[in-house]
């Protein structure tokens, strides 16, 4: 007889199990299912309905999981796509105002000449609205000795 059956067979009725080493001990089994022995189909049955069930919720479980990934995997090649676009976008922006600021650097000297001419022209006109003035001015003493 093997270990095994020699282990079932210390077995006795009310659960208590010899053990070799540490004496009788409780049996954990609520069953009294024996490899050889014939059972109750109506309890295979049930216990493979069980398996099988049980099988498909955990494969739904997984399936629905890599669902997640493969949607969490999607945003990121989008968000990721994005941010490429964004970069170039930048980096085109980035170009431009380099660009423009060396324009602006290139023309700061006409722009410098302008304002002076500007200044100049505020000045002659100044002086012109005074030329004005004073000719007005003398206008009228010229009329009041030609009246006299």
């Known amino acids: 007889m093997d270990s095994t059956q020699q282990n079932l067979d210390a077995v006795s009725e009310d659960g208590v199990t010899d053990s070799p ?3 009788p001990t409780l049996s954990t089994s609520t069953s009294s299912f024996e490899p050889l022995d014939p059972h109750d189909p ?3 049955k049930l216990a493979t309905t069980m398996f ?3 099988s498909d919720y955990l494969l739904g479980e997984l399936t629905l999981t890599q669902a997640d990934y493969k949607l969490l995997e999607a945003m990121n090649i989008a ?5 490429n676009d964004m970069t170039q976008m930048t980096q085109q922006i980035k170009k431009n105002m380099v660009d423009l600021q060396e324009k ?6 006409v722009l410098e000449q302008i ?3 500007e200044a100049s022209v ?5 002086a012109a609205y005074k030329l004005d003035a004073y000719s007005k001015r003398l206008e009228n003493k010229v009329k009041t000795l030609e009246r006299k």
Do not use: A, H
């Open 21 to 23: 080493k540490r004496g």
């Open 42 to 44: 109506n309890l295979s």
């Open 52 to 54: 099988q069930k049980t």
């Open 79 to 83: 968000t990721v796509g994005k941010c």
């Open 104 to 109: 602006y650097e290139s023309l700061r000297p």
């Open 115 to 117: 304002n002076e001419i």
């Open 122 to 126: 505020m000045k002659l006109e100044k």
